[in-house]
């Protein structure tokens, strides 16, 4: 098993690690995206980057990139992209490809993300493993008898965009009552912006552009509303927890992202949520966690679905 | 390839076929299930029903059974079933095994359903496909990669459980807002009494217990309010349509049961939902159509998948 370039392109910046074919990480990096200068110019300064340590980490076979967006694996095609304006429409795999003169694999960023806490952290040793990653985007990955579920579009595990209150907040997508519109840092912050309008006494009335960080800061000093904001952004996620396992009856839940910093003061209630909403005991069973591995998982997994590939 | 005996054990009637290897159909037929008399005296019954047809069809070597409620086909054990009272952890498919003397595979009706649909109906030639059945209940059966998808304690595929509104009308599994508790044949006859309440000029104002078999029919006739009632429930249909397609992303979901008799009363209403909520167009290639085998479903699925295991 030789080395394998890992990368997770984020809107501001691109991770980029050496992985083994064991998942044990040998280099982790960061460099900018700068997506408004295209992809080619990111395969430019990522090739750069491993020209730059090709002495001391020879031998590295191939390259898994993951990308935020809806995208198809099988053929490396991004339809669209939320973060990286302009990217649409784009054989990303190919151009990646030319750019490192190496096989490359790319995968949407939480469907690698999934991976990732599936082979190297959470979800290690399940068979069917679901990875819900919470931020400004909310998105799902899905494992299934071992193997990352693509759907057959390649687009499955968006479950950011499904309808939990008909009816709801208007989301991002154009639709209304999303997940994302309920449990994304936006909804956070409109939730606590609603709440401080009926009730100010919280350390939050003093912040000018609120952010869902400072509500999680304010709700480890006890802030009450601040906890009643997580909270119930948490039953929001524990009814989303019920619908997936009424759906998957997985062995593991595990939440990741940004949001997830927040920990027990939205988990706990969500926990809660869930048990309120399974019809059985027998779905209590799944484990519900918090991931293992935060921003390093979307580029192991990435790596080791390259890997997976070219092995065959 | 011998002959399969197919058994569906519905509330009041127990469908019975004798399948063969392919999927056709060389015998059918019901006999009533008395569920009250316990899973022993359906067994016997079922036995006598194969020993007067044994001279014309010889050779049956496995049997298999949908039955509904939450159970484990892995191991024929029976957690709950709504339809069969008293019917609980029970090792079902040893005690049919015993009746029958043949190796017998027991399985969640609608998963059957699923099945039967996905090799001999509507879902021919997919590789990732969905059937939701919908009646008193509402039910999925899960077709992943060309398997049915059971979960790790095998009742996947609970759609009618899932949470479509936050805060919505009670379910019968004592949550809110679950897809059964809006789009259910109680939550259309529901849906009915409201609207008549509202507005008395229907064929319907005259019907003292209404059924949801009622208001199909008043639709077809042209009645507004029925119409209406049905269009309501087909938008609920259509937005779990998206769910299932932005977590799924498969190639075909066929609807399947009582309700789906509604047609495109429902089905028009349902697809022009998931329009409006599919977030890219690559999620509108899925074939969203009604299911073809009727309740014939079942028992050639369950059939199938007895064939299957004992074949391994």
């Known amino acids: 098993m ?41 395969g430019t300064r990522i090739r750069e980057w491993v020209d730059e340590h090709s002495k001391d980490y020879p031998g590295i076979d191939s390259a898994g990139f993951g990308c935020a967006g809806l995208l198809d ?29 190496l096989p490359v694999v790319i995968e949407n960023d939480v469907n690698c993300h999934a991976y990732g806490e599936y082979r190297m952290g959470a979800g290690r040793g399940t068979q069917n493993f679901i990875c819900i990653a919470l931020g400004t985007g909310v998105g799902g990955g899905i494992i299934i008898n071992g193997e990352l579920y693509r759907g057959s579009s390649g687009v499955a595990g968006e479950v950011g965009h499904t309808v939990v ?73 524990g009814i989303e927890f019920s619908n997936l396992v009424h759906i998957f009856d997985p062995e593991m839940i595990a939440v990741a992202g940004g949001v997830a910093g927040a920990g027990e003061f939205i988990m706990g209630p969500a926990r809660e949520a869930f048990k309120e909403h399974a019809t059985h005991p027998v779905q209590e069973r799944v484990r519900i966690v918090v991931a293992e591995l935060g921003n390093k998982a979307s580029f192991i997994g990435a790596a080791l679905l390259a890997m997976e590939r070219h092995a065959l």
């Open 2 to 42: 030789g080395r394998i370039l890992g990368v997770d392109i984020g809107g501001t910046n691109t991770k980029i690690g050496i992985v083994k074919g064991s998942g044990e990480i040998e280099l982790d990096d960061q460099i900018p995206t700068r997506a408004a200068e295209g992809p080619e110019a990111l």
């Open 73 to 101: 694996g099988a053929s490396g095609y991004l339809y669209v992209s939320p973060n990286l304006p302009g990217w649409r429409d784009l054989a990303l795999a190919g151009l990646f490809e030319r750019a490192l003169s």
């Open 165 to 237: 209150k008909a009816g709801g907040p208007p989301c991002s997508c154009g639709g209304n009552g999303c997940l994302e519109a309920l449990i994304g840092a936006a909804a956070i912050v409109d939730r606590a912006v609603i709440a401080l309008a009926r009730n100010g006494d919280s350390i939050l009335s003093g912040i000018d552009t609120l952010t869902a960080k400072d509500i999680s800061h304010a709700a480890a000093r006890g802030d009450a509303v601040a906890l009643e904001v997580l909270a119930e952004t948490g039953r929001f996620l």
